[in-house]
């Protein structure tokens, strides 16, 4: 076999913290390797090193044997190297076809655009990997899945040797799922090398042929897949001997025996939700199942008051809202976790004791003023609380791993005085020990008589968690089950409708 990528002793310092140690790995033509670690193991630095973003401290990088130092991303582009970023890079005001061949776009004579070439071209890319969206549309009016699925073609367009993947399917439904695996088919019948990234372990056991492990900035080992299973990948990722993963809820706080604390009625709103009643009783939480697009986002919306409704009741506590605001939702003590935690629930470029406290700022204030040793003193107890892993709360949260910003959006909640919590796919992007302190933040929430509801694409997640569960499809509720030995088939046969 032969290797086209090979990093040999590779070290990475950010100042004094050192975050790569001693890096050897390397991957063949044709090869798919599945790169796992849990948020913070230095995935994400291994390939920007890869991809010419960031240079090694120390070590050299072998291109085809050949050693090779990348200056920036452009060179690594030119040398054979395409890599799908978690976070997506397209231009939302730019067209799909603008985009696609953004930087590189082929021109007649010296100035004017050659966009019938660019055309034929991406008809050639539609047609080989079988992708089907309108070249001309904006990427501001496509979804976060159809933006993800042109990142992807975008990548697989430059024709490189060797593509990294880095959580490329945290945004897509399951028909485009489908979709990607079967290019990822294609590109290795292409012999072209992958390196898959994900947290969601059985897309690794499908896609990849061997996995390597990371833990702490270091590769702990490089398997083949048939010689691992899920709970030896978490022993790898954590270092802990027989953890725990737990498949099913084992407990319940719900009040049921009180009146519901959430109850809605009949409610609606053009188009997304159709006369969705239900309710949520103290210490219960409330699954809410159904495949992108079915409404429950939508819902979620017009709870928290990111959306109106046209009609029906929402009541907290029998008393009826009228929530117009994320801010009157707050003082009604309802908070929310939300899909998109970059964009709705973190200020990136601020430090992460004030984005723990950024809905609090009253409770920090001394003789009118913000006390900044009380904002420190409240973000370092979220962070014992739910094992955030930083170096210090002065830090800006852009800084951290994608499972550890999410912890700090959970945190800003943690002592605040709430009867309704909403988790909206809390779990995307997030390895399986930041699951599991997630999912004791939800119990620990419902133990305390708080009222959950929590969304998720993954049905094992909602089983795990739920107390009952709403199946939605199509903007209604079609089902309500109790979470009693049901299986994730039951629950699917209901989103399909199947008898």
Not at 189 to 201: A, F, G, Q, R, V
């Amino acid at each position: 076999m032969e290797t086209v990528l090979e990093l040999k002793e590779i070290y990475k310092n950010f100042g004094e913290v050192e975050v790569l140690k001693n890096i050897n790995f390397a991957v063949n033509k044709g090869e798919v390797r599945g790169l796992v670690g849990a948020n913070g193991a230095g995935k994400s630095t291994m390939i920007k090193i890869i991809g010419g973003v960031h240079e090694p401290t120390t070590g050299n990088i072998m291109i085809k044997g050949i050693p090779t130092k990348f200056k920036d991303p452009n060179h690594s582009m030119k040398i054979g190297i395409s890599i799908i970023y978690q976070e997506l890079s397209l231009v939302p005001t730019l067209t799909v076809l603008e985009n696609m061949f953004l930087g590189r776009e082929k021109t007649k004579g010296k100035q004017l655009l050659d966009k019938r070439f660019m055309e034929n071209e991406y008809k050639k890319i539609c047609e080989r990997f079988d992708f089907d969206i309108n070249p001309n549309i904006k990427i501001s009016d496509l979804n976060i899945a159809n933006r993800q699925m042109v990142e992807i073609m975008k990548a697989v367009s430059y024709n490189a040797d060797i593509i990294i993947m880095d959580e490329p399917t945290t945004s897509l439904t399951n028909n485009e799922k489908e979709s990607l695996f079967k290019i990822i088919k294609k590109l290795k019948e292409m012999n072209k090398t992958i390196i898959y990234i994900s947290h969601i372990l059985d897309e690794i056991f499908l896609n990849c042929d061997s996995v390597s492990i990371m833990r702490n900035g270091v590769i702990v080992g490089t398997y083949d897949k048939g010689e691992l299973d899920k709970r030896k990948i978490a022993e790898l990722m954590t270092g802990i001997e027989q953890i725990e993963l737990k498949e099913k809820k084992d407990c319940s706080f719900a009040q049921y025996k009180e009146p519901p604390i959430l109850q809605v009625e009949n409610l609606n709103k053009k188009d997304v939700i159709k006369d969705i009643s239900f309710e949520v009783y103290r210490g219960e939480v409330v699954g809410l199942a159904g495949l992108v697009g079915s409404g429950r986002t939508e819902l979620v919306n017009l709870l928290y008051g990111l959306d109106q409704k046209d009609s029906g009741n929402i009541k907290l506590n029998d008393k009826l809202l009228n929530i117009k605001s994320p801010e009157e939702a707050i003082k009604n003590k309802i908070g929310l976790i939300p899909e998109d935690r970059k964009e709705l629930g973190l200020i990136l470029e601020q430090e992460i004791y004030k984005n723990s406290t950024a809905i609090q700022i009253d409770k920090m204030k001394s003789h009118g003023f913000i006390d900044k040793a009380k904002e420190i003193k409240f973000a370092n107890s979220g962070v014992k609380e739910l094992s955030i892993k930083i170096h210090d709360v002065r830090q800006e949260v852009r800084e951290l791993s994608g499972g550890n910003q999410q912890k700090v959006v959970v945190s800003k909640w943690l002592g605040n005085d709430l009867d309704l919590v909403i988790y909206d796919e809390p779990t995307k992007g997030i390895d399986i020990s930041a699951k599991e302190d997630i999912f004791k933040n939800i119990e620990s929430f419902s133990k305390e008589g708080i009222g959950v509801i929590f969304i998720s694409s993954d049905i094992e997640e909602v089983i795990r968690v739920s107390d009952k569960i709403l199946v939605i499809r199509d903007g209604s509720i079609i089902s309500t089950m109790k979470n009693d030995n049901i299986s994730v088939q039951d629950i699917m046969n209901k989103i399909f409708n199947v008898e």
